[in-house]
């Protein structure tokens, strides 16, 4: 029986890299002055690392003009962090992102049903602060009652921290509920965390193998839509046509 359904939010409920992190990124090393920034490919391959200070530390790893000293290293990393959340927030306040296809559908259809809505993310949460206020206005969190982001969960995916803490909180085992995911790494935090998992490609992962989802598609209208019937089918193994 599903009692829960757990959402990824980059990449899942909206394609927020390319066109969101990545461009806040370039603004934020342009607001500090720096020479950096990365290009759609390269991003595409800064994406295997979780996380937006994480990603900044590795990419510094790799530069010649970046800090040497760690702290300083660190410190520029918050910074820039901080400056890329702001710019991307402003983004997404002047409707630059829209939910992928199917999304709202099958948040309307789980709420109809009384099946929970959760998130679980490795995003700061003022980036879902910001894009969950514009799909669902200010009182989404009314709709979406368990939320879990990088705040609470330190151990960012492909680790189950934030898979496990979101069942926590709604106080369910992992068969009771299923995890939305778009990325490779996210599928293993939610099948570590013994969860079911259906995968929705986003564009950077379009070519990536998803080995141990439920099901895999491009999105959640085609070939037809995902509604919460088939899902619960595809939970209990009956995946006829997905
Ligand atoms: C999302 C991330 C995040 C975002 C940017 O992964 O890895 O780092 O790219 O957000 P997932 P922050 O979709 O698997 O949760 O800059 O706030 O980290
Ligand atoms: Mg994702």
Same mark, same amino acid.
């Given at each position: ?6 959402? /990824?939010?980059? &990449? !899942? ?28 490919? #390269? ?14 530390? #590795? /990419? ?20 820039? #962090? ?15 992102? !829209?939910?992928?296809? &199917? ?8 709420? @109809? ?8 993310? !490795? ?5 879902? /602060? ?6 669902? &206005? ?10 879990? +982001? ?16 979101? $069942?926590?909180?709604? &106080?369910? @085992?992992?068969?009771? *509920? ?10 293993? *935090?939610?099948? *570590?965390?013994?969860?079911? +998992?259906?995968? !929705? ?26 509604? $919460? ?14």
């Amino acid at each position: 029986m599903l009692r829960a359904l757990i959402w /990824d939010v980059d &990449g !899942t409920v909206a394609e927020t890299e390319r066109d969101g992190h990545r461009v806040a990124f370039n603004q934020a090393f342009e607001a500090l002055g720096l020479p950096w920034r990365w290009d759609v490919a #390269h991003y595409g391959e800064l994406l295997q690392v979780t996380g937006g200070r994480e990603r900044l530390l #590795h /990419d510094m790893a790799a530069r010649g003009d970046a800090p040497t000293a760690a702290p300083e290293r660190e410190a520029l990393a918050r910074e820039l #962090h901080r400056i890329k959340n702001a710019a991307y927030a402003d983004r997404v306040a002047q409707g630059g992102i !829209t939910a992928r296809p &199917g999304v709202r559908r099958l948040v309307d259809e789980c709420r @109809a049903a009384g099946v929970r809505l959760a998130v679980a993310t !490795t995003t700061s949460r003022s980036n879902v /602060d910001a894009l969950f206020g514009s799909f669902w &206005g200010e009182g989404w969190t009314g709709i979406f009652g368990t939320v879990v +982001c990088a705040e609470d969960a330190p151990l960012k995916k492909p680790h189950p921290q934030a898979y496990r803490l979101a $069942l926590q909180r709604l &106080g369910l @085992a992992a068969g009771e *509920a299923c995890a939305l995911e778009d990325s490779p790494n996210g599928l293993r *935090a939610a099948t *570590a965390a013994g969860l079911a +998992c259906g995968v !929705t490609r986003s564009a950077y992962f379009a070519d990536a193998r998803f080995d141990g989802a439920v099901w895999v598609r491009d999105d959640l209208e085609s070939p037809q839509p995902m509604t $919460l019937e088939a899902l619960q089918a595809a939970l209990a193994g009956n995946i006829p046509d997905l």
